[in-house]
């Protein structure tokens, strides 16, 4: 975000067995993934939108959102927009298939960190994806862009969950 907007992007597609690896076109899937994160995380409005016309970019009130919400966000859009990501990938099913049946569902609290047993850092990915597509059914199609906007004026994220939906985010999870 500082001083400008930046991706990097490795134009290698993974490999079989990843999460990663249902995609269509990597290219597009990728650019959309990385793309909503600088929307996401450059949105704001309010005071901080304020803050920012004075002070520069150092304003970001979505950088303090949690792993999940970030991740899960560009993931859900990356599988809204195109013809695969990894909310239909075969793997992450799996995943949550083994997750649900060893009776080891991770708590909201538990999808921001990493774990040495997999799948690792994908559950901010997979769980986070899946907690938006449940949330956005329930809701509205648009409902995450109502949050986007609404969050950015707003700290914490717990305030805004309410607001929007109507729930906040432990109950809804």
Known sequence: TLPVNTIVIFV??????????????WNTTILTHEYTHILHLDSVEGLPKALRAVLGRIISVHRASPRWIVEGLATFQETRHTS????????ADMIKR????????PPLGNMDGWQSDPPGGNLRYIYGQDFMQYVADRTGRDVWTDWVHTYGGWVPYLLPAKRVFGESFLHLY
């Open 84 to 91: 695969a990501g990894r909310g239909r990938s075969t793997v």
């Open 98 to 105: 083994m997750t649900a049946l060893e009776g080891d569902f």
């Open 12 to 25: 290698t597609a993974p490999t079989d067995g990843s999460t990663l690896s249902m995609y269509e076109d």
